[in-house]
């Protein structure tokens, strides 16, 4: 699987962005997918994922109530939607793949390359 994140920018504090993953190849139902980010100076940090069929979700506590993870299996492709955004949550935004059985997943086998994000007024 082969992933490319796209979406990102310059936002001001309070405002919304929303970021595209695209996948490749004809397996993607077949994995759950995941948005982590990292800051200058930090670790990554795990943000969102959503199970196969889209039917579960689980976020990070600092986004929950903000974000919003989808996917559309058709299109092979999985979104954030991130509403209310804070200057610390300006990061690189990665997509990730897991085949995993687990759901959170315990594990990510494919990464995209990563989107920046900037919150600033």
């Known amino acids: 699987v082969q992933l490319q994140a796209s979406g990102g920018g310059l936002v001001q504090p309070g405002g919304s962005l929303r970021l595209s993953c695209a996948a490749s190849?004809?397996?993607?139902?077949?994995?759950?997918m995941g948005w982590f980010r990292q800051a200058p100076g930090k670790e990554r940090e795990f943000v969102a994922a959503?199970?196969?069929?889209?039917?579960?979700?689980y976020y990070a506590d600092s986004v929950k109530g903000r974000f919003t993870i989808s996917r559309d299996n058709v299109k092979n492709m999985v979104y954030l939607q991130m509403n209310s955004l804070k200057p610390e949550d300006t990061a690189v935004y990665y997509c990730?793949?897991?085949?995993?059985?687990?759901?959170?997943?315990?594990?990510?086998?494919?990464w995209g390359q990563g989107t920046q994000v900037t919150v600033s007024s």
């Open positions: 190849g004809r397996t993607f139902s077949s994995y759950a």
């Open positions: 959503i199970s196969r069929s889209g039917g579960r979700t």
């Open positions: 990730a793949a897991s085949g995993s059985t687990w759901f959170p997943p315990n594990r990510y086998d494919y």
